[in-house]
């Protein structure tokens, strides 16, 4: 890009200083400094004139939106590693590259992950909650504030890729035993390695886990893959922890489950509707039936400024004339 004139480059949220530093040198950049996000007109506007939309997963940016684009949008560059807030495809049809950033956020949402499966079974924002209510807490008893434990119980992933596997790792080191299931059988030396099971029936494996946990992505194939009638297949002592997509499980059925008594508890970093989140939920919380978080999953400040580096490593190689290694191919129907 050395000589030629900056592309101009429209970030629709706030970003890291050192991501928005990095772009103000490089680009044209156009910085979101109120972090509000933009409305309907403001990103057809911005679409219409960038070079590059730089977008989160707060921002819908769907074959209407796209059918608006300017001659000179060639890039969107998704600030995030899922892009089921693209359509993809109507992207492609422009001749409009979509990347996103894979890869830098494994480690941040697999200790989420974690984190929720044992704060469930150990009822440990219950307990939380009892010191900040002066003179509710007696003091220690042999039966108060009993929970789970996780040591030797299995543990059920759904979806194995990347995220899936590092869950995985941490959850053998608690002493879970691991089982899976996904599209594809992963590689021997990582089945040997976790000492995984594979289960080529989702069904077969959610009716013998003690802990499920959904590590896939989110795509009209995976939509409410955990249905009403798979959550049924739980045993009533089984818990089931969410970092991945709301829209995987039909969060209605879950509720109705939770509020019976028909499953143990549920950690869930995401909803089907976000932002919104279902009252009965946060009833359900109140109740220490539920432990629930607002997406923050891979909210570390390493994971964002590693992010935004790949958006600008996306950005400069499509301008420098050559193919962004993260570029999105629109999957076949």
Known sequence: ??????????????????????????????????????????????????DVLVPTITDRIDAALIEQAGPNLRLIANYGNGVDNIDVAAAAAK??????TPNVLNEDTADMTMALMLAVPRRLTEGAEILKDDGKWAGWSPTWMLGRRIWGKRLGIVGMGRIG???????????????????????PMIEDELEATYWDSLDQMLAR???????????????????????????????IVNTARGDIVDED?????????????????????????????????????????????????????????????????????????????????
């Open 253 to 333: 059925a879950l509720i109705e489950m939770l509020e019976q008594g028909k499953l143990a508890g549920a950690g869930l970093d995401v909803f089907e509707h976000e932002p919104a989140v279902n009252k009965k939920l946060v009833k359900l919380a109140a109740q220490g039936k539920v432990v629930i978080l607002p997406h923050m999953g891979s909210a570390t400040i390493e994971g964002r400024i590693d992010m935004g580096e790949k958006v600008i490593i996306n950005i400069r190689t499509l301008f420098d004339g050559h193919r962004p290694p993260d570029r999105v191919i629109p999957r076949k129907v």
């Open 165 to 187: 596997t590092a869950v995985a790792r941490r959850a053998k080191a608690f002493g879970l035993s691991i089982h899976y299931h996904n599209r594809h059988r992963v590689a």
């Open 209 to 239: 886990m003690d802990i499920i946990s959904v590590n896939c992505p989110s795509t009209p194939a995976t939509f409410h893959l955990l249905s009403a009638r798979r959550l049924a297949l739980l045993q009533p002592s089984a818990f």
């Open 1 to 50: 890009m050395a000589g030629s004139k900056k592309p101009l480059v429209v970030i629709t949220r706030k970003l890291p200083d050192q991501v928005e530093t990095r772009m103000r040198e490089l680009f044209d950049a156009r910085l979101n400094l109120e972090d509000r996000p933009m409305t309907q007109p403001e990103l057809v506007a911005a679409i219409r004139e960038a």
């Open 95 to 100: 001749g409009i590259t979509v990347t996103n």
